[in-house]
């Protein structure tokens, strides 16, 4: 990368991924997750697994970190495709399963708007897992990535982070 050069949010959640030892993450794209979707091509450390449903992303990253003893990773859109995947958290969490979800949003724009597929997933998400926070900017604080994966995924009773 050039010096002025801006580096995305979405390029820092995979840099941060990779720097955490994730090696697979389990997902199913949509409009809104998109950006992360064209960051993770520059990325090809991490290996994604297309699934049919969201759901079965939460799945299968429980299963791979019940199997692999790392942390599992699933990733949705925004709207349904978050909410989606609240089973699998909520199934990850009953287990102490460390797992990161990592969901997309409207634009700031559109928060509180009613728009297309927004939800407060945060909230949702707030008592099936251990931390569920918005990044609203690559410029927010270091606290706001994904970094330190294994702190914020891991013990019990509350695993999962979104």
């Known amino acids: 990368m050039l010096a002025n050069e801006k580096v995305k949010g979405a390029e820092i959640i995979c840099q941060s991924l990779i ?5 697979v993450l389990f997902g199913h794209p949509g409009g809104a997750i998109l950006p992360f979707y064209d960051a993770l091509w520059g990325y090809p450390e991490l290996r994604h697994i297309l699934v049919r449903h969201e759901q079965a992303a939460a799945h299968a990253a429980d299963g791979y970190s019940r199997v692999s ?3 599992g990773v699933c990733v949705a859109t925004s709207g349904p495709g978050a909410t989606n995947l ?3 958290i909520m199934g990850a969490k009953a287990d102490s399963v460390p797992l990161i979800a ?3 949003q409207v634009a700031r724009t559109a928060l509180g708007s009613e728009a297309f597929q927004e939800c407060d997933i ?7 897992t251990k931390k569920s926070f918005m990044v609203m900017s690559a410029k927010d604080p270091g606290s ?3 970094r330190g994966l ?3 995924a891991g013990g019990a009773p ?3 982070a979104h």
């Open 102 to 104: 990592i969901t997309g």
């Open 150 to 152: 294994r702190h914020r």
């Open 144 to 146: 706001h990535h994904p």
């Open 86 to 88: 609240v089973t699998g």
């Open 122 to 128: 945060c909230s949702i998400t707030a008592t099936c």
């Open 19 to 23: 720097r955490e030892g994730v090696e």
């Open 158 to 160: 509350r695993s999962s």
């Open 69 to 71: 003893g790392k942390v």
